[in-house]
């Protein structure tokens, strides 16, 4: 498959057809040239995919902030390179949007990358499957991003209780001291799975952790029937996850709208 076609494929089965990234409340729907997922606070808001032109992108835009802003609801529009028109990050900047750090959309296929990779000595990985098992990867995220991570919590408990087939989550234990966490989203009835919150403690950091952390999650995902990994991959994370066969796809920033 060429660069055009995977383009293609992530863009019909992860965004236009994007289903709600996890049980209960979140709605994925259909606006005009905009799908859009809305959830109740914490979750995740977001616009995923959209089709305008230089007529429809600033009242598809008026019409997503009086949405979000009608429901106290801050979100996000997930910008990506190849979207149009060519000037939607100006325009969403113009309407009071604020961007995040740009990254870059990565795509593995399963059976060309690397997976050798183990934890360093020292360090073991552990299935989390449980509250306990998330407090420990909540723990790393705040930690490794210095962000919040109330959402995570909720979010992560709610898809163990409800949906457990649908995420795969690691931590890496030095110890009794959690020192690096991710997880595995799958999107049944399409080939992707995604890679998501691989962080290390910075001190941990250099040692192999988060390397061993994507091979560890290639795997699983494998086993589950899965052939395409997809990341946002930040500046730090891209040469580790070329090393390890990934592409690069496309860029994508988000872009924050808070009421």
């Not at 409340?25 to 859009?36: N, P």
């Not at 910008?79 to 604020?98: E, I, N, S, V």
């Not at 509250?131 to 979010?155: M, N, P, Q, T």
Request: glycine share 10%; hydrophobic share 45%; aromatic share 6%.
């Amino acid at each position: 498959m060429d660069h055009a076609a995977l383009l293609a494929l992530f863009d019909r089965d992860l965004r236009e057809g994007a289903r709600p990234d996890g049980p209960g409340s979140a709605r994925v729907e259909r606006v005009g040239a905009v799908v859009r997922q809305t959830a109740a606070a914490p979750g995740y808001n977001c616009v995923m995919w959209s089709a305008l032109d230089e007529d429809t992108a600033d009242p598809a835009i008026a019409e997503q902030i009086a949405h979000y802003t009608r429901l106290g609801l801050t979100f996000e529009w997930k910008l990506y390179g190849h979207d149009r028109p060519a000037d939607l990050g100006q325009r969403l900047r113009a309407a009071g949007f604020t961007p995040e750090p740009r990254e870059t959309l990565m795509i593995g296929r399963i059976a060309g990358l690397s997976l050798d990779a183990e934890p360093p000595r020292g360090v073991r990985f552990v299935p989390v499957t449980d509250a306990h098992g998330v407090e420990l990867v909540a723990a790393v995220h705040e930690k490794a991003f210095g962000a919040d991570s109330s959402w995570l919590r909720s979010e992560l408990l709610a898809r163990l209780a409800a949906a457990p087939d649908s995420v795969v989550a690691v931590v890496a234990m030095a110890g009794d001291e959690p020192v690096g966490a991710a997880r595995l989203e799958l999107v049944p009835g399409t080939r992707f799975a995604g890679l998501w919150g691989g962080g290390i403690v910075e001190e941990w950091r250099g040692r192999g952790i988060y390397r061993a952390l994507v091979a560890h999650r290639a795997r699983a995902a494998a086993a589950r029937g899965h052939d395409l990994l997809r990341v946002d991959a930040s500046d730090l994370s891209r040469p580790v996850l070329e090393r390890l066969g990934f592409t690069p796809l496309t860029s994508t920033t988000p872009y924050v709208y808070t009421p």
